[in-house]
Nanobody, 112 residues
Framework: EVQLVESGGGLVQPGGSLRLSCVAS????????MSWVRQAPGKELEWVSA????????NYADFVKGRFTIFRDNAKNTLYLQMNSLKPEDTAVYYC?????RGRGTQVTVSS
């Protein structure tokens, strides 16, 4: 059974940073591309970033380019999202995904 457990969210002031983690189990983590998606209150789910299985290739939504960095540690079965220069509009529940599977998410709130 695929399990994805996100952590690292919280309340941060605009301009601040957070690092999200996602621990994966139930599949061979190193064989799969992974993504982060988010859902803001009252809005649809939106894709944030993706990384290939080796961690060599990454992609970002325009609204996070230059501020967020996705990376992974295959030895630890863990996916990360380093978020810098956070803005109030980044407030959302963040989920890591493997295909159609996603975890329960972690809340990120950016507010002064």
């Amino acid at each position: 059974e695929v399990q994805l457990v996100e952590s690292g969210g919280g309340l941060v002031q605009p301009g601040g940073s957070l690092r999200l983690s996602c621990v994966a189990s139930g599949f061979t983590f190193s064989s799969y591309a992974m993504s982060w998606v988010r859902q803001a209150p009252g809005k649809e789910l939106e894709w944030v970033s993706a990384i290939n299985s080796y961690g060599e290739s990454t992609n970002y939504a325009d609204f996070v380019k230059g501020r967020f960095t996705i990376f992974r540690d295959n030895a630890k079965n863990t996916l990360y999202l380093q978020m810098n220069s956070l803005k109030p509009e980044d407030t959302a529940v963040y989920y890591c995904t493997k295909g159609s599977n996603r975890g329960r998410g972690t809340q990120v709130t950016v507010s002064s």
